[in-house]
């Protein structure tokens, strides 16, 4: 009788659990989606929102290359959509919100008192000075990070500016950090506690991240802070290359504003995601004026009305 009623007790709860939702997402938009997620579950409580945050192009891998099944991706940088999961990973591409870089830093930074955004470059140059940003490879911070030293460059006429501070070249790999100089981790969350703990000094970072963990920044001009899109033209002057779709083949990124991007995935065997409904339900919740107002609140900018590229007919499921 017990095991009976044990059985049915299993049962019960396997009936009643929450759908889950699986949102692979930007480590820079942790801190908004984990509010969306609590609004969100409190509408629709029928649903569990289970976030994994990593690099933007490493959660396109996750998807393309690990066949990990999700059913939301959203991207620091819409291309990672655009060029790693379209068409056949996702059927659209929602551009719902903007950004734009800063330097970032702490009272306990070397030169922190004497830093500003006139002498910045200088200061990042200075012996004993250490920097951060994530692995072009995997996080659009990362290459972002790099294209704002080459138009830093180009910006106050200092050629030498990249080569000295970063030297990567076209293409970065490990073996090209300069350990002495520059700290280099997946994604742009990951440098916070070290650079909080004094493991280095200054870290490219975008400015709503900035904001949300109280750190002291030093704003950048508009024609490098790729957070204009009034400058486009200016941003294109500076490129790099990241790893492609395939192994051996590469991608060239370009200067360009930034604009972040959301899709449903689309499962590779079935063609659906696991949570479909969930999963269209979660994407317009971001887009909606409630979501747009936490990101709002949260140090980004949103496109209002979103700006829907591809099939978007799921959405009005």
């Not at 508009?222 to 400058?231: C, E, M, V």
């Amino acid at each position: 009788m017990e095991k009976f009623l044990l059985s049915l007790s299993l049962a019960a709860i396997s009936l009643f659990a929450n759908e889950k939702i699986v949102v692979f997402h930007a480590g820079s938009l942790s801190v908004p989606f984990s509010q969306i997620e609590k609004k969100f579950e409190a509408k629709y409580p029928q649903y569990d929102v289970i976030r994994e945050a990593a690099g933007s192009r490493a959660c396109a891998r996750k998807i393309t290359d690990l066949h990990r099944k999700a059913d939301v991706m959203a991207s620091a940088d819409y291309k990672v959509i655009d060029n790693l999961l379209m068409p056949k990973y996702a059927k659209f591409n929602a551009l719902f919100a903007t950004n734009e870089m800063v330097i970032a830093f702490t009272p306990h930074s070397k030169y922190a008192n004497e830093i500003n955004s006139n002498n910045w470059t200088d200061i990042l140059l200075k012996p004993g000075d250490k920097v951060g940003h994530s692995n072009p490879n995997l996080d659009p911070c990362g290459y972002r990070s790099v294209i704002v030293a080459k138009l830093a460059g180009i910006y106050y006429n200092k050629p030498d500016f990249y080569n000295k501070l970063l030297g990567y070249g076209d293409f970065y790999t490990n073996k090209e950090e300069n350990r002495n100089k520059v700290i280099v981790r997946p994604k742009e969350t990951d440098l916070l506690g070290l650079l909080e703990a004094g493991a280095f000094d200054y870290l490219f970072i975008y400015k709503s991240v900035a904001k949300q963990h109280g750190l002291k920044y030093i704003n950048l001009p508009p024609q490098i802070n790729l957070g204009d899109k009034k400058y486009a033209n200016y941003y294109k002057q500076a490129s790099f290359k990241v790893t492609g779709k395939k192994p051996g083949t590469y991608i060239i990124k370009r200067g360009a504003p930034m604009v972040y991007g959301i899709t449903v995935v689309e499962n590779k065997k079935e063609g659906l995601p696991p949570n479909k409904k969930g999963a269209v339900l979660f994407v317009k919740f971001v887009l909606s004026p409630e979501g747009q107002a936490i990101m709002k609140k949260n140090g980004q900018g949103v496109i209002n009305p979103p700006i829907i590229k591809g099939n978007s007919t799921i959405l009005k499921d």
